[in-house]
């Protein structure tokens, strides 16, 4: 194939890429809703809360992006490797942006932080499930 002819995503995964940004929005949603609710607890609670779900969105929105995007479209080995360097990025930007957080804002509520953090991760399984009736690993 020469490169005038671009390869051109399926629908399967045209499908896959609409829903996991679509779980990601509900994510965000689920973030400032809870980030409201905290902040009946105090302003520190309530930005403690927003900023765990920022932590948490920023690292999920760059592997998805990356595990979905058309660089090794074709290639199962390449478009593993690139999930697997996907991955490591997500971890290092994750905890990047945790210590950054817990060094920088003063003052924080490490409480409100972590529990958006694991709301968040226990809602994206929940949302695949939901949202695919099946099981996606992403």
Not at 26 to 55: M, R
Not at 80 to 87: K, S, T
Not at 96 to 117: D, M, Q, R, T
Request: proline share 3%; aromatic share 12%.
């Amino acid at each position: 194939m020469n490169e005038s002819q671009a390869i051109k995503p399926g629908k399967h995964t045209r499908e896959t890429r609409k829903r996991a940004f679509k779980v990601l929005g509900v994510q965000a949603g689920i973030a400032l809703i809870a980030a409201a609710i905290a902040l009946t607890n105090g302003v520190v609670a309530g930005y403690s809360a927003l900023l765990g779900g920022v932590i948490y969105l920023i690292p999920q929105t760059y592997f998805t992006w990356r595990a979905l995007s058309l660089r090794n479209f074709g290639s199962a080995r390449a478009a593993l490797a690139d999930m697997y360097i996907g991955e490591i990025w997500k971890m290092m930007i994750y905890l990047v942006c945790l210590g950054l957080a817990l060094f920088f804002v003063k003052p924080i509520s490490p409480f409100s932080i972590f529990s958006v953090l694991i709301l968040l991760h226990l809602s994206h399984g929940f949302l695949q499930i939901k949202l695919n009736n099946r099981f996606l690993k992403l």
